[in-house]
Structure formats: C-alpha cells, structure tokens
C-alpha cells in the first residue's frame, strides 16, 4: 500500500475534519504552541543579538554557548521538564523556546556584525546617535539574516512541536502518537503527512514575509536566498 | 511547598548507585548513537560533494536544487521516521535514511558557496602552473573550500547526534532511548545521564571535525602564527 494512497484515504476521511479530536482543533493547537513559542524565542533572542551585534560584548561567549545549546536533545528536554513540573503547556513552551533562541540569536548577532563599516561611518557621519544607527541603518540591512534564523527556528519549532503529544498534550503530534499506540498506521502516516505539509508552509511563508519586508537594494541574487 | 520539598527529598535527582550499576548499558547505547549518526553524516557528504559540484559546474540546476534541499530541510524528522517504519521497520535504517537527507540538505549549499569562494586568480594561477580540471578540483579548489563545507559539516554533524534521540519515540533511538525510558517509568536519572552523554557527544565530535580542519589547511595556520 502506497504511503501517500494511505495519507489520502485518511485526510479525505470527513470524519477527520471535526470533533474535538479533529484536523482543524489539533492544527490550531499546533499553530497556537508553535506561535506562542517563537514569539517568547524571538523576544528573548532578538534584543539580546542587537545588542551583542552592536555593541560586541559578550559575543565570544553567546556564539559559543549557542553551539552547545544546540546540542542540546530537545526530547530529553521536554520529558525532563515534564518529569520535574508536571504535565502542561508550560514544560513543552520552556523546551521549544530554548530550541529556537539560539538560531535567532547567532543569525541576529552576525547580520548585524557584517553591516559594512563604511555604511555605519557614514550613518554616524550624518549625525545619528548609536541608537539610530542599530534601528536605521544596521537592522534593516542584517534583515535577511535575521529572518533566515527566524524562519529556522520556526521550522524546528513546528517539527519537534510534534513532541509535545507525547507528554499527552495536543497538537498534530497526537495524531502520530495515537496511531502507533492503536496500531492504526493510517492515521500515524495521516499525522505525518500534515506536520510535513505545516513546515512547508513555513518556510514558504516566511519566505513571503522575507520578500515583503526586505529592502529592495539589498536583495541578493538568484540562489542566495 | 512542603509536600513538594518532601517529594524531590524523597526521590533524589540523580541516583548515581544506578548510574554506577548501568555502565554497559551506556556503553551500548552510546556506540548504537554514535553510528545512528555518523553513518548520515558520511553519506550526506559522499552525496553533497558530487552534487555541489554539479551545480557549480552547471549554475542553471542550482536554484531548483536549493530549492528542493531548502525544502528537504524543513522536513520534521520524527515524520518521516513514522513514515518509513513501516518500509524499513525496526531498523537502523529508518533513522539514517532522514538523517542523511537532513545532512545532505545542510550540506549542498556549502559545497556550492565553498567553492564558489575560491578566487579567479586562484584559479587561473592554479590552470596556468598546468593543473588539469580534476587535479585542479583536489589539490586546489577543494581545499579552499574546506572551511566553508567543514562549518556546515560541523552544523549537521551536531544536528543529527540530538536528532538521533528523537529516533527512540519509534524504538531506535540510541541514548534517546534513556529518554523514553525515564519518561514512561518516571525516573529522572536516566534522562540526566542522555542529555549529559549528547551533549558531550556533541562537543567531542564537533572539536573533533575543528582538529580535523585544522589539519586540512595548513596555511590558515601559517598565517595566524605570523599575524
């Protein structure tokens, strides 16, 4: 039986498409853990690489202590929190959240770090304090770096969101969980398919969003998205 | 609070008498994650070299190839461990095969920018001292390049050593199985003992690929010591 024959027969299932267990409830869920996580990454992470990228402090030890942060196996995370805080949304959040700062913060860090200095003597030349300069002049040109960690920290968040039904919390991950425990593999490979299509759709997304937002002159050419 | 304080004094964090007690069953578990994830690693690199090649070689198959490993990229790997258990079943195989498409999306784009980074007069120098295509490709070129394919070598390679864990929620899972089996017998020591093992599984490999470049360009070293 053909993988994508058996994801097809249980997507166009109507019985799939509602119901308190259904797509559209476990989608949302999904969304609201993976929204709600990149936003803390992205709050925590951001600031902290304008920062390190502007001023150069500390940088030494941030882009080393994210590589080993990346180490870090998020599985082992997410059931260690659960084991010491208990079952909730909390643990999963902690787990995702500390997944995603680190390509944030290192992308945010070296977009601000290789703005050209002549650009920068020229902003200061033209009167702008060092506040003007990060917010004018540097951000908006280490834009396309910023939201390439971005956008790799919204992948990881969405594809080990899936974890968190394993710690018996919701999402599209219950989909995948449930299944193998029922021996139904329609719906394990059912599951799959959507986490799948969800990440695509993000990295389609954001590369929308980087389109929109990124100034035209410093778009790059072809192939070095 | 109390009864939370008299709970953690109850069950201490770690017990190191079953650390102590476990040492095979580490050691195990250890060699079956270390293959999990170097055999992908490998692969990846045998697959991404040839094919960097090719789109350097051939500019035009390039966007379409980026585009195809930056969506490989986005593919979340306990998905596709799901997917294939049912093809390869409960084998190493189900772990590597994503891991390797995972490194191998990693890796293409730096075998591209690498030896895209190597200079015409390098090139040119190289071509008039009579270096032939191939020969040029080995001795000059790709050495270049090792800095730039050796970093996304170094992402990857760290990568897949946590990826590997997640393998243990299908039953292959190396040191993730630690993981699953703290979790389901709510025992917190031997989800210390897998982090800690990842972790400075992690940090071995990656200083050891840093080691291995520093062997493979010597004259990054010479112009340090003179700076």
């Known amino acids: 039986m053909n993988v994508l024959q058996l994801a097809w027969d249980w997507l ?66 997410v059931v260690l929190v659960v084991l010491i805080w208990g079952i909730g949304l909390l643990p999963v959040l902690v787990a995702l959240v500390v997944l995603a700062i680190p390509p944030i913060l290192v992308n945010t860090y070296a977009g601000i770090r290789t703005v050209e200095a002549d650009l920068k003597d020229a902003a200061k030349g033209m009167g702008m304090t060092g506040r003007q300069v990060l917010l004018r002049v540097e951000t908006p040109v280490a834009l396309p770096l910023i939201l390439l960690g971005m956008r790799t920290a919204a992948i990881q968040i969405v594809s080990t969101a899936t974890i968190a039904a394993y710690v018996a919390l919701g999402g599209l991950g219950r989909f995948i969980f449930d299944g193998l425990a029922r021996r139904d593999y329609e719906m394990v490979v059912g599951g799959a398919v959507l986490v799948v299509l969800l990440a695509i759709g993000t ?11 990124v100034s035209p002159g410093l778009r790059r050419p072809v192939g070095e998205v | 609070m109390n009864t ?39 692969w990846g690199l045998v697959i991404a070299l040839p094919l960097g090649l090719a789109c350097v070689h051939w500019p035009r198959i390039y966007p379409p190839v980026l585009a195809t490993t930056s969506i490989l990229y986005a593919l979340p790997s306990i998905a596709l461990f799901v997917i294939l258990l049912d093809f390869t079943g409960l084998q190493p195989r189900t772990v590597i095969i994503p ?10 784009p730096n075998v591209v920018d690498g030896l895209r980074s190597v200079p015409d007069h390098v090139r040119q120098a190289a071509t008039a001292m009579g270096f032939s295509g191939p020969r ?64 400075l599984l992690a940090v071995t490999a990656d200083a050891i690929l840093v080691f291995l470049q520093w062997l493979l360009t010597p004259w990054a070293r010479a112009r340090r010591s003179e700076g």
């Open chain 2, 136 to 199: 040029r490709l080995v001795q000059v070129d790709l050495p270049i390049a090792v800095p730039v394919i050796m970093a996304g070598l170094r992402v990857a390679t760290v990568a897949n050593i946590s990826l590997v864990s997640v393998g243990a929620l299908v039953g292959i899972g190396g040191l993730g199985e630690l993981f699953t089996d703290g979790f389901q017998r709510d025992f917190m020591t031997p989800i210390f003992v897998g982090i800690v093992l990842i972790i």
């Open chain 1, 12 to 77: 166009s299932d109507p019985a799939q498409w509602s119901g308190p267990d259904g797509i559209p409830v476990r989608l949302v869920e999904h969304l609201w853990y993976s929204g709600l996580a990149l936003f803390f990454a992205t709050l925590i992470a951001l600031p902290l690489g304008l920062y390190i990228g502007h001023t150069g402090r500390g940088a030494f030890l941030a882009v080393n202590s994210m590589n080993a942060a990346r180490a870090l196996p998020t599985l082992g995370v």
């Open chain 2, 4 to 42: 939370l304080a008299a709970a953690v004094a109850d069950e201490e964090l770690v017990r190191w008498d079953w650390i102590a007690s476990h040492g095979d069953l580490f050691r195990e578990l250890l060699g079956e994650h270390i293959y999990l994830a170097i055999v992908p690693v490998v």
């Open chain 1, 203 to 213: 990295q389609v997304l954001f590369a929308l969003i980087q389109r929109m937002v």
């Open chain 2, 99 to 108: 891991l390797t498409v995972y490194t191998l999306s990693v890796l293409v």
